[in-house]
C-alpha cells in the first residue's frame, strides 16, 4: 500500500513528435506544380518533373502518386512546422514548395486529386543564393495512412529549383 506522490502529465504534455524530410530539385514548365519522378526512374524522388497541373490539384492516378516516394503517415497526427532551404537559378519570379497529401484506397484505381497542405512562396535571388523559409503557423491534420509529397513550381519556364526542408508532425500520446 502507498500513497501517490506523483504529479499527473497534462495532456499537451503527451505529444510525440517526428521529423520527415523532403528535399529535391526540378525545371520547372513555368505554370504548374511537378511532384517527383516515379521511384523505377534513376533520379527518384529527387527529381520533380511530373506535372499536376497550375494548382498541384489534378486528378492523378493513384499509382503515380504512391510511386512518388512519399512519406506515409503511421499515425493521425497534426503538422506543425516546415523549415528548410531552397534557391532557384532565376534572377527574379517566384518560386513555390508546396505539401500535398493523398489518402490511397485499397483496391481503387480512379484517379484521385492530391490535397494541398501548405505551400511557400519566395523570390528568387538567384542560383547561387540560397532563401530561407520557415512556417510555423499552421495546424493540418492528416490521418493515418496519408501520404505526403513534394511538389514546386517556378513561374519562369526552364529554370530549376531546389529544397531540402523538414517537417515536423505531432501525434497524440
Not at 38 to 65: E, Q
Not at 66 to 75: C, E, N, Y
Not at 149 to 156: E, H, Q, R, V
Request: overall charge negative; proline content about 3%.
Amino acid at each position: 500500500a502507498g500513497v501517490w506522490q506523483g504529479t499527473a502529465i497534462a495532456t499537451d504534455q503527451q505529444k510525440h513528435l517526428v521529423y520527415f524530410d523532403f528535399k529535391g530539385f526540378g525545371t520547372s514548365d513555368g505554370t504548374n506544380y511537378e511532384i517527383p519522378d516515379i521511384m523505377s526512374d534513376n533520379k527518384a524522388p529527387f527529381d520533380h518533373n511530373v506535372s499536376t497541373g497550375s494548382d498541384g490539384l489534378t486528378a492523378t492516378a493513384p499509382n503515380t502518386l504512391m510511386r512518388a516516394g512519399g512519406h506515409v503517415m503511421p499515425r493521425a497526427g497534426t503538422l506543425k512546422k516546415w523549415t528548410g532551404w531552397a534557391s532557384s537559378s532565376t534572377t527574379s519570379g517566384t518560386a513555390s514548395i508546396a505539401l500535398f497529401k493523398f489518402t490511397p484506397v485499397r483496391n481503387d484505381s480512379n484517379n484521385v486529386s492530391p490535397v494541398l497542405l501548405k505551400a511557400t512562396s519566395f523570390t528568387s535571388l538567384g542560383n547561387t543564393k540560397l532563401e530561407d523559409f520557415a512556417e510555423t503557423s499552421f495546424s493540418v491534420a492528416v490521418s493515418a495512412g496519408d501520404i505526403i509529397i513534394s511538389g514546386i513550381k517556378n513561374d519562369a519556364s526552364g529554370k530549376l529549383i531546389y529544397f531540402t526542408s523538414t517537417l515536423e508532425v505531432e501525434y497524440d500520446g
